[in-house]
């Protein structure tokens, strides 16, 4: 078990990470590519990105086992991380100290490559292959649901949001899901090994994770700036119909995509609203509402999640910008 413990300087220092981290999303994507379980989840991802990806994963892997310690350099929490550019840049510029230490300590639980003793030296050949590799692995395995990874953790942040808003940062904590558990001033973390996290007024980022699994994650030394990574809810079918794939009507998913009440739909969920919210606000029947949203999260406008027994729907960043264009009217 993972126990932070909190001061009420740090209960005032709580924050929820701005969208998905390119790094910690690409070391626990390639962690879950080499596990069996979460097939429910992410199976159709595995078996569509297995036979697709090049050497890159080759060399990823052995530093991001599926269980157990991978080196906290790899998911660095400071530096600019906006990008993928920018979070391969900051990776490359780990100093040599944070290496060596790193890779010594994972080298204590398992036996590395013979090119980690020069990457552990801050080789910079090395460094840079490992730089290619990690933007290599992120163009074949993620970018092509990037749309989807993103509306995800913007849909669980609208949750947060929500918590916020009607229990403060304790409801925040609270209600974070039932692998994470608020006991005042302790934050009970389900976790394969035991931990201590003393925050001492530095606060917590909560870093919503759609890799993350099957249990939430935090870095391994407590001297860094602390952050706590959580998994998302998942779409059932996110993976379906993956980039690449033919299936069905050739004019694609916006071909139903008219009407005034499914427009009134799109714009009322740019900051979240749940069925029963939806019908009340626009004067229509659940079964429409659903029916809409079906089509709206079909064409990639519209993301759900379950939240406190109850689906939330939340305008994806595709849904956002087609308001955006919308409202500046046409051109010319």
Request: aromatic share 6%; with cysteine.
């Amino acid at each position: 078990m993972l126990r932070v413990h909190f001061t009420s300087e740090d209960l005032a220092r709580v924050k929820v990470a701005a969208g998905p981290d390119h790094l910690w999303e690409i070391a626990n994507s390639v962690q879950t590519l080499q596990r069996r379980d979460g097939a429910r989840v992410f199976g159709a991802w595995r078996t569509w990105a297995r036979p697709r990806l090049s050497d890159s994963c080759r060399l990823l892997s052995p530093l991001l086992p599926p269980h157990g310690y991978s080196p906290d350099f790899l998911t660095p929490t400071t530096g600019d991380r906006g990008t993928l550019r920018a979070a391969v840049d900051t990776l490359m510029s780990t100093p040599q100290p944070r290496l060596r230490a790193d890779l010594t300590r994972m080298a204590a639980a398992r036996e590395l490559p013979r090119w980690a003793g020069a990457l552990a030296s801050g080789d910079t050949e090395v460094l840079r292959q490992l730089g290619r590799a990690v933007h290599t692995y992120h163009l074949e395995a993620l970018a092509p649901f990037w749309h989807r990874i993103q509306a995800h953790v913007d849909a669980d942040r609208v949750v947060r949001l929500h918590a916020l808003l009607d229990g403060g940062v304790e409801g925040l904590l609270a209600g974070l899901g039932p692998q994470i558990r608020w006991r005042p001033p302790v934050l009970e973390v389900d976790y394969p090994v035991d931990q201590e996290l003393h925050l001492n007024g530095r606060g917590l980022t909560l870093q919503p994770s759609f890799f993350c699994w099957p249990t939430p994650f935090t870095l391994a030394d407590a001297e860094l700036p602390p952050v706590l990574g959580y998994p998302v809810q998942h779409a059932p079918d996110w993976a379906r119909d993956a980039p690449g794939d033919r299936h069905g009507d050739e004019s694609g998913p916006l071909g139903p995509l008219l009407g005034q009440t499914r427009a009134a739909v799109l714009r009322t969920v740019r900051t979240g609203c749940s069925t029963v919210e939806l019908a009340r606000l626009l004067g229509v029947t659940h079964p429409a509402i659903s029916q809409h949203v079906a089509v709206l999260r079909a064409a990639g406008l519209v993301t759900t999640v379950r939240a406190g027994g109850r689906s939330l729907h939340v305008a994806t960043e595709a849904g956002r910008a087609l308001l955006l264009s919308c409202a500046r009217g046409p051109v010319g």
